[in-house]
């Protein structure tokens, strides 16, 4: 795996994530909009319609906002290819994901015409979300194991292990924003480790590698194994490693910490 080498299953400017991921968005939504207003322009009686000579639908126009419910349609594709890709893996069927984001195949394909387009995106929201977990976590707890702990639950909340099945397969893993994000989500959560090292409630002979696999591990199922209380263990096993982690440590570790250089060869 490597959630931390592709995800660290993202950051040190918040606003920038945002804006990126925003406009990457946002861009797409449009494309999707102007497709879906030119699908409209074919249909039967389209040209008779009333203001059918009015020109180009404003989504269509250059520099025009994408259309809301175009922006809504990629955002549940997106969740629901994520969440489908931890339960039955990355090779989950197109209408399928379809159907669970409650949209049309045609409306899936216009915004992700190939799988490696909808990976590609799955994996850079739960990177970006993470980091957004992890911030969150680090600006309001003022005790540093528990802002740890809590970006821990919030991490495993977010289903990082949706990245592991999809990691090996056709998609561009040095795409410039997954480099990016990847960076961000790295620092976000070296950060969290060092506050709680330096507080003295962090073991000292840990790392952030440690971490991530732990929650790779954790927080995915088997694929296409039937697990329908999975959930309801997560949260308890991850809080008994997270006891393990804070110091004083209870007992020597073998073998070394891993860092995240070390995902990184992994990967």
Same mark, same amino acid.
């Given at each position: 795996?490597?959630?931390? *080498?592709?995800?660290?299953?993202?950051? *040190?400017?918040?606003?920038?994530? +945002?804006?990126? +991921?925003?406009?990457?968005? =946002? *861009?797409?939504?449009?494309?999707?909009?102007?497709?879906?207003?030119?699908?409209?322009?074919? +249909?039967?009686?389209?040209?008779?319609?009333?203001?059918?000579? =009015?020109?180009?639908?404003?989504?269509? #126009?250059?520099? *025009?906002?994408?259309?809301?419910?175009?922006?809504?349609?990629?955002?549940?594709?997106?969740?629901?290819?994520?969440?489908?890709?931890?339960?039955?893996?990355?090779?989950?069927?197109?209408?399928?994901?379809?159907?669970?984001?409650? &949209?049309?195949?045609?409306?899936?394909?216009?915004?992700?015409?190939?799988?490696?387009?909808?990976?590609?995106?799955? &994996?850079?929201?739960?990177?970006?979300?993470?980091?957004? #977990?992890?911030?969150?976590?680090?600006?309001?707890?003022?005790?540093?194991?528990?802002?740890?702990?809590?970006?821990?639950?919030?991490?495993?909340?977010? #289903?990082?292990? =949706?990245?592991?099945?999809?990691?090996?397969?056709?998609?561009?893993?040095?795409?410039?924003?997954?480099?990016?994000?990847?960076?961000?989500?790295?620092?976000?959560?070296?950060?969290?480790?060092?506050?709680?090292?330096?507080?003295?409630?962090?073991?000292?002979?840990?790392?952030?590698?440690?971490?991530?696999?732990?929650?790779?591990?954790?927080?995915?199922?088997?694929?296409?194994?039937?697990?329908?209380?999975?959930?309801?263990?997560?949260?308890?096993?991850?809080?008994?490693?997270?006891?393990?982690?804070?110091?004083?440590?209870?007992? =020597?570790?073998?073998?070394?910490?891993?860092?995240?250089?070390?995902?990184?060869?992994?990967?």
């Amino acid at each position: 795996m490597s959630v931390a *080498a592709a995800g660290a299953s993202a950051d *040190a400017t918040g606003a920038g994530a +945002a804006t990126g +991921a925003a406009a990457d968005t =946002a *861009a797409a939504a449009d494309t999707a909009a102007a497709a879906d207003t030119a699908a409209a322009a074919d +249909a039967p009686g389209a040209k008779d319609a009333p203001g059918a000579n =009015a020109g180009p639908a404003p989504a269509a #126009r250059r520099g *025009a906002r994408p259309r809301a419910d175009a922006v809504r349609n990629r955002e549940r594709i997106v969740t629901a290819a994520r969440e489908m890709f931890v339960e039955s893996g990355p090779d989950v069927p197109f209408d399928e994901v379809a159907r669970r984001a409650g &949209v049309g195949n045609a409306t899936l394909y216009r915004h992700f015409p190939d799988r490696p387009s909808l990976v590609h995106e799955v &994996v850079l929201s739960v990177v970006s979300r993470t980091t957004e #977990r992890a911030r969150e976590a680090a600006a309001e707890e003022a005790d540093a194991f528990q802002a740890l702990r809590r970006f821990s639950h919030a991490a495993a909340d977010e #289903r990082i292990g =949706a990245l592991c099945p999809i990691l090996s397969g056709a998609f561009d893993h040095d795409h410039p924003d997954l480099l990016a994000g990847r960076a961000r989500l790295e620092e976000a959560v070296q950060e969290l480790f060092d506050r709680a090292q330096a507080a003295g409630r962090l073991r000292t002979d840990v790392a952030v590698g440690d971490l991530m696999i732990a929650l790779s591990q954790l927080t995915r199922p088997l694929p296409g194994s039937a697990c329908p209380h999975f959930d309801r263990f997560v949260h308890r096993h991850l809080q008994l490693f997270l006891d393990g982690l804070e110091a004083p440590a209870r007992s =020597a570790l073998p073998g070394t910490a891993a860092t995240l250089e070390d995902l990184r060869r992994q990967s």
